[in-house]
């Protein structure tokens, strides 16, 4: 593409194919075309310049977290390059790693097993069947998908996504609670979680469902995610196992500090360990 001064509509469009071309995902594609518009209200007409997009980290910094600061510039970075402008990217923020993680966010076994129950009370199967599903898998809601009848009949699911494949084992009990539930669904091929019409399931609408389990189940409802299943995945396998790198191949990480991130515990166990080494007087 040729050098361009400032942002358009015929630039983001262009950027968006481009996306599209190289097979992002369509969440990502959003967040991306996203982060565009926001750096073009910014900018209010103004030409893009080193100099602004400097300016720019700065007002993201006085607003957002370091991590959701990164995630933006990401996007920003990635439409510069596309729009030979690179010499206007600015590096991301510096994140020192953290030995442990804030209660706030971390999903309990205990509640992740109050939402089942609730999940179960209120006669919702295949929202109990989901959720244990990506609990006891550590899949991404994005793969969910790929859990299909034919993938029951092997007891492996084989994702293919962004050109990287991995086989995700499934443990013999969820493959029979999910065979039943298939069988009294009328659900003979395909994706075992599915609309009607047999369509796989969005993530906005398996976002809200799990969180209206939240108040009856007594959770916080700032806990209750998809992707906070496959944390309390990772969590209890390594606690298990104690191999990161095998977790990380089990996840589909391509970075074992990105499985660092899933593994760390509570503030709450860290201070627990401090305690026991009983070095204070």
Same mark, same amino acid.
Request: net charge positive; aromatic share 6%; proline share 3%.
């Given at each position: 593409m040729k050098k361009q001064s400032n942002i358009t509509e015929k630039s983001i469009k262009e950027f968006q194919q481009y996306l599209i071309d190289d097979e992002k995902a369509e969440l990502t594609i959003y967040?991306?075309? $996203?982060?565009?518009?926001?750096?073009?209200?910014?900018? %209010?007409?103004?030409?893009?310049?080193?100099?602004?997009?400097?300016?720019? $980290?700065?007002?993201?910094? %006085?607003?957002?977290?370091?991590r959701t600061v990164n995630s933006k510039l990401s996007a920003v970075n990635s439409y510069l390059e596309f729009t030979c402008q690179g010499h206007c990217k600015v590096k991301l923020l510096k994140i020192q790693r953290c030995s442990f993680t804030s209660e706030e966010r971390e999903l309990l076994e205990k509640e992740y097993r109050r939402l089942?129950?609730?999940a179960e009370e209120q006669g919702n199967r295949r929202l109990y069947l989901l959720l244990m599903t990506l609990c006891a898998t550590g899949l991404r809601v994005s793969e969910l998908s790929f859990v299909t009848i034919e993938a029951l009949a092997t007891g492996r699911v084989n994702i293919c996504l962004k050109g990287k494949n991995r086989i995700v084992i499934l443990p013999k009990q969820l493959i029979n609670h999910l065979a039943i539930y298939a069988r009294e669904?009328?659900?003979?091929?395909?994706?075992?979680?599915?609309? $009607? @019409?047999?369509?796989?399931?969005?993530?906005?609408? *398996?976002?809200?469902?799990?969180?209206?389990?939240? %108040?009856? +189940?007594?959770?916080? *409802?700032?806990? &209750?995610?998809?992707h906070n299943l496959r944390h309390l995945f990772a969590r209890t396998y390594y606690n298990l196992e104690k191999n990161l790198s095998h977790l990380a191949d089990i996840l589909g990480h391509s970075s074992i500090e990105? @499985?660092?991130?899933? &593994? +760390?515990? %509570?503030?709450?166990?860290?201070?627990?360990?401090?305690? $026991?080494?009983?070095?204070?007087?």
């Open positions: 967040k991306y075309i $996203r982060e565009i518009n926001e750096l073009s209200n910014y900018l %209010s007409g103004k030409q893009l310049s080193k100099e602004r997009i400097l300016a720019y $980290r700065e007002y993201l910094q %006085s607003k957002n977290q370091v089942l129950a609730i669904k009328g659900i003979q091929s395909g994706p075992v979680f599915c609309t $009607r @019409t047999g369509r796989p399931l969005d993530r906005s609408n *398996i976002c809200r469902d799990m969180k209206k389990l939240c %108040s009856l +189940a007594n959770v916080d *409802i700032r806990k &209750v995610f998809p990105t @499985t660092r991130i899933y &593994v +760390a515990t %509570s503030a709450r166990e860290h201070e627990k360990i401090l305690n $026991r080494m009983q070095l204070l007087s």
